[in-house]
């Protein structure tokens, strides 16, 4: 619903965000924290999860329904808050849809280019994210820079079993990283939404002096700048939402979500997907 | 295609197997090596991979899907080499199927109560299948027996990684096991068809006295009672196939399964699920 008053345009119609399922809830996180008065829909497929060992077609179809859905839903804006769905889905999605679109990986890339001093640049993430290159291509825009980058098919489930925190998780960690710091990175890319949660065994692996680049926040920021843009900012005065949709098993969503979330989701519900 | 010849009857139709990715390749190369006459089918469920961590219905959804193929290809029997989709989905498949149809789950509780001494059985496998506790019922149906189980949400994504013989497998294994070392089991169970690739690592960590169930031995057994059964051995003058039919990433497939198969795969298909 778009309101005008007097030289504003205010929306209230959310903004959706997706993923394949937990980790986009790192970026709800960032954007419900920086856009306090902004509706959010959350769609997490948890029936296809992981994206990031899948085929390009098929995160393509998958990302196709979950947009439908969310256009269903009248959203104003949609963020697809995975890395996977990023490089594989975003530049078609962007062409049939009217609404605007971001993923993660253009605002993730600029936050890295912006703090790298030696302009050399570790990514992480999953096979997907790795072999779509869509990293090294996105940086390579913006400035000239050597981007090392490393797939990480643990990482995912080893947050999922919870051991974020465990001289495992270390050793995993050390072992996927060590090619990266063996090439003089100063900056590190997560390039899955799921590694927030690894912030600190990430760090203490790599050091106090290598930044950690999470696209949560870099992501936020042009979704405000959107808003800003485009006057779709939610009415101060209008009472907010938060929804939870997702394709598999919505009570460990709820359970597991929050972790992601940094808050406790009390409802989620579950839709049918036809593919 | 039955065709009786003097006492016997033949059926050179295939016996068609399906798991949601690589792992039941481990139970199709026992079939295909102790069966070597029969047409072998084979369907990896790639596009919703993996099925341990995903709701009964939705498995039970996937399975009915499979089956569905499999009938269209003519096999004369099914052999679910999936834990997790035996657990959720065979009960339902049973009903209405025409042909026999078995899982991996009966063959190996049959095989742990054999092993076992002191009748303390240790399981292991994805969330769904001990969730489901489905090797618990079935052991404790053929004798009363103590049975610990242990979710292994890591091994699986381990074993995809190719660190099967690595120090950080060795870790993580060890810290499944302690709480059914602790219980002193002399038998484990491999409740997921993946696990045979990591039998070198569970034997080091287990010691030499406690006994690996590997369920693809023990399902091959009940397929050659139930092919002798019924009269459906193939006839010995035909020329024998091996198909190979997957939802996502048949080059992947070919690539990854080939360890799981022990055996070079060559042709893969891919179909389109409706679901």
Not at 34 to 46: H, R, S, V, W
């Amino acid at each position: 619903m778009r309101i005008k008053t007097k030289n504003k345009t205010i929306n209230n119609n959310p903004i959706g965000i997706f993923d394949s399922g937990f980790g986009g809830l790192t970026v709800m996180s960032a954007i419900n924290e920086a856009l306090p008065l902004e509706n959010l829909i959350y769609f997490g497929d948890t029936a296809h999860v992981p994206y990031g060992s899948k085929s390009k077609s098929i995160v393509i179809r998958y990302s196709e329904e979950i947009t439908s859905f969310l256009v269903k839903c009248k959203v104003k804006l949609i963020v697809v808050a995975c890395n996977t769905a990023s490089a594989f889905a975003l530049p078609i999605l962007k062409r049939t849809l009217k609404i605007p679109i971001i993923g993660v990986i253009k605002p993730g890339s600029k936050a890295a280019v912006f703090a790298s001093k030696n302009k050399k640049i570790g990514v992480i993430g999953t096979e997907g994210t790795i072999d779509s290159r869509s990293y090294l291509q996105e940086i390579n825009k913006i400035c000239r820079c050597k981007v090392y980058q490393q797939a990480c098919p643990l990482l995912v489930p080893l947050i999922e079993e919870g051991w974020d925190d465990d001289e495992v998780t270390d050793s995993i960690v050390k072992k996927y990283i060590k090619p990266l710091l063996d090439k003089q990175i100063d900056t590190l890319v997560l390039g899955c939404t799921h590694y927030p949660l690894l912030k600190k065994a990430l760090q203490k692996n790599l050091g106090e002096k290598i930044i950690l680049i999470d696209s949560a926040n870099a992501t936020t920021y042009e979704v405000r700048d959107i808003l800003n843009n485009k006057c779709l900012f939610a009415d101060p005065r209008s009472k907010k939402f938060l929804k939870f949709y997702v394709s598999d098993n919505p009570d460990k969503f709820k359970m597991i979500g929050s972790r992601f979330f940094s808050k406790k989701i009390f409802d989620v519900k579950k839709i049918k997907m036809t593919c």
